[in-house]
């Protein structure tokens, strides 16, 4: 036993605690999370690392509690949760006292609450399981996890394309993979709404890291070998670098530089939808700061959705400033908004997320700047604000406008209570928050109506 082995800074729980980016994704994958250690030594090259005198090698079991941030050397005996094999099937409400309480709880808060709660999931392994924690679709399915792993290959070919033609073929190998993966998560959520956001993130995060390729590359010339594709893809590199890739070529943007990237995204969903009997799709921009930027994305998209024979929503993400502000204008291009507080938070506090908290968020809370990270539990005062006036001006301009939310404060109950007052129609979140999110939004519309008994 280690207790305190690890002194998190920021630990994975839905009961608190200060979140980074990287317990945000273990918390999607289910993944017990302690992260922020900043006393953790690891060595790499000998496969281990040291903390507080230990010593733990590649292959030695440990414990990790993601609720206290402890872990312990060796294996610590635990019982499956019952809860947990109850949301997955396992086992049955009548089982159990506890099961029967959550049961009827989650059913009298399903019953009341004016809220939807959708999921935040990329594959039909995870639109499976939101379905069983009682997701009412996908809030948010990302397509970036869908150039990864062995299609690493075609995105470099599409990056490092210097004619038209052999951009189109690279995007047209693409497309059967994407549709092949749409096509699963709409069986998977069965007639359920689907919102796909188009790609997001900078291109060059597809491609290795500049010093790793320019060390590999400088090896190579050293022996007297020709770098070959290294030293294209090295250029490639250098040629996309940025200073600050999140405000730079990212999101409507890269799909406007990139003639036919956002195109095949959308040919690939209207494709799916078409196999899949009663899939429910739709399609929404993302980083969008001017409704121009929407204005010519949805051209396109609507155009291929017609030629196809399929009806689609197509809507944007709220996450820059600027789109929050104009959202009155917006929202006459858009049939839905979601908001994205996760990049609405970073840019509107100027914190980044990747960054901020280790740094000096501990800091912060001592000195009671804020009560909680912001990027926990929506700040109701400055990013609140931004959303409030999205959701009036948007409504404003295109009554009866649906907006939602798809950031990780989609499953924080307090940051639920907020979406529930400003009206928002329903909230995503991570598969195994999905509960969580169910239980507060039932208990918002209890409290409304003036009584918790109810």
């Known amino acids: 036993d280690l207790p305190g082995m690890i002194a998190a800074q920021g630990i994975l729980t839905s009961r608190g605690g200060k979140t980074s980016h990287a317990a945000v994704v273990a918390r999607g994958m289910g993944k017990t999370c302690v992260c922020g250690a900043d006393e953790l030594d690891v060595d790499l090259h000998k496969g281990q690392f040291n903390v507080d005198g230990h010593v733990v090698s590649e292959g030695d079991v440990i414990s990790i509690d993601g ?19 109850y ?39 995870d639109a499976a399981r939101a379905r069983r924690f009682g997701a009412q679709g996908i809030g948010l399915c990302r397509t970036e996890h869908m150039f990864l792993g062995e299609r690493r ?37 069965a007639g359920l709404p689907v919102t796909v956001r188009l790609i997001d993130p900078p291109l060059h995060e597809f491609l290795p890291p500049l010093e790793d390729l320019a060390v590999k590359v400088a090896r190579a010339e050293e022996r007297g070998e020709d770098p070959g594709h290294d030293r294209e893809l090295l250029d490639a590199v250098h040629r996309m670098h940025e200073e600050n890739p999140m405000l730079g070529l990212r999101g409507v943007r890269l799909g406007l530089v990139i003639p036919g990237l956002f ?36 051209d396109e998209a609507q155009r291929l959705l017609r030629e196809i024979g399929v009806v689609a929503r197509i809507g944007t993400m709220i996450e820059v400033p600027r789109a929050a502000l104009t959202a009155g204008d917006i929202a006459r291009a858009a049939d ?11 840019m509107g506090w100027g914190f980044s997320r990747d960054d901020v908290e280790g740094a000096f968020f501990t800091r912060y809370l001592e000195l009671g700047i804020f009560g909680v990270s912001p990027f926990e539990s929506i700040d109701r005062d400055g990013v609140g604000r931004l959303i409030r006036i999205a959701v009036d001006e948007g409504r404003a301009a ?14 924080d109950p307090a940051s639920i209570r907020f979406f529930h007052e400003v009206g928002l129609d329903y909230v995503s979140c991570s598969p195994f928050r999905v509960p969580v999110a169910r239980l507060e939004a039932g208990r918002c519309a209890v409290t409304a109506a003036g009584s918790d008994t109810r």
């Open 153 to 189: 290959a075609l995105v470099e070919r599409l990056i490092l394309a210097r004619t038209a033609e052999q951009r189109d073929a690279a995007l047209t190998e693409l497309l059967p993979l994407q549709r092949a993966d749409f096509t699963e998560i709409f069986r998977a959520m």
């Open 398 to 411: 295109r009554p009866g406008l649906r907006i939602g939310v798809c950031g990780e404060h989609g499953g």
């Open 87 to 125: 949301f997955e099937g396992a086992l049955a409400p009548e089982s159990d006292p506890l099961l029967r309480a959550v049961d009827r709880l989650l059913t009298h808060a399903d019953r009341r609450r004016r809220l939807a709660v959708r999921a935040n999931a990329d594959t039909a392994r």
């Open 67 to 85: 609720t206290t941030g402890r872990v312990y050397l060796g294996e610590v005996p635990v019982q499956p949760s019952a809860v947990v094999q």
């Open 263 to 298: 195109a095949m995204q959308v040919r690939a969903i209207a494709e799916a939808a078409v196999a899949v009997r009663g899939a429910h799709a739709e399609i929404m921009v993302p980083l969008v700061g001017a409704v121009q930027e929407l204005e010519a994305v949805r």
């Open 336 to 346: 839905f908004f979601s908001f994205g507080t996760n990049d609405l938070t970073q």
